[in-house]
T-cell receptor
């Protein structure tokens, strides 16, 4: 079945850039998403990218997609302590299904 | 718009009891989803409604689980004869009828089965 994988943990210093990586297996994925989850809270949609795009920029966030390698990354510029959270990538199949398949999440720790 | 709301936020029940959760989506969002999230994992899809029609169900949705969206607005998720393995966060999301499923999540209902 389809699978989405992420590294478990990333630690950066405040002001540095953070890069969170994700790989997926479903070649029919149409859209890929990034969500943020703070402790005890629901998921906040950060951004998404259509599968025929290579890059999307949204303020401090840059999403890069390498469809050939099925690799997705989220870069956060000028990382702040408020960015500390768990980040999930998710993909949506291109077969008409609406369900999202999520990775296990990457915990980002930002040190002052 | 206040976003997706869920009620209750926390539920503690004894094994074998039935529980029901409610989700109110963002108004005018036609699509509504239920997911389950266990500790240390990403959300797992349970079911999806387009208006009042239930169009997708995961194999995770055993016959003890039932979801409804009778008027195409709020939805309920019922778990009958709860088991300890049902302990999880149950998340609801809604999205508008666009090509990209930009799903907006509620705060979740945390279920603990003793």
């Amino acid at each position: 079945g389809e699978d989405v994988e992420q590294s478990l943990f990333l630690s950066v210093r405040e002001g540095d850039s953070s890069v969170i990586n994700c790989t997926y297996t479903d070649s029919s994925s149409t859209y890929l998403y990034w969500y943020k989850q703070e402790p005890g809270a629901g998921l906040q949609l950060l951004t998404y990218i259509f599968s025929n795009m290579d890059m999307k920029q949204d303020q401090r966030l840059t999403v890069l997609l390498n469809k050939k390698d099925k690799h997705l990354s989220l870069r956060i510029a000028d990382t702040q302590t408020g960015d500390s959270a768990i980040y999930f990538c998710a993909d949506q199949q291109g077969t008409g299904r609406r369900a999202l398949t999520f990775g296990s999440g990457t915990r980002l720790q930002v040190q002052p | 718009d206040t976003g997706v709301s869920q009620d209750p936020r926390h539920k503690i029940t004894k094994r074998g009891q039935n529980v029901t959760f409610r989700c109110d989506p963002i108004s005018e969002h036609n699509r509504l989803y239920w997911y389950r999230q266990t500790l240390g994992q990403g959300p797992e899809f349970l079911t999806y409604f387009q208006n009042e029609a239930q169009l997708e169900k995961s194999r995770l949705l055993s016959d003890r689980f039932s979801a409804e969206r009778p008027k195409g607005s709020f939805s309920t998720l019922e778990i009958q004869r709860t088991e300890q393995g049902d302990s999880a966060m149950y998340l609801c999301a809604s999205s508008p009828d666009y090509l990209a499923d930009t799903q907006y999540f509620g705060p979740g209902t945390r279920l603990t089965v003793l």
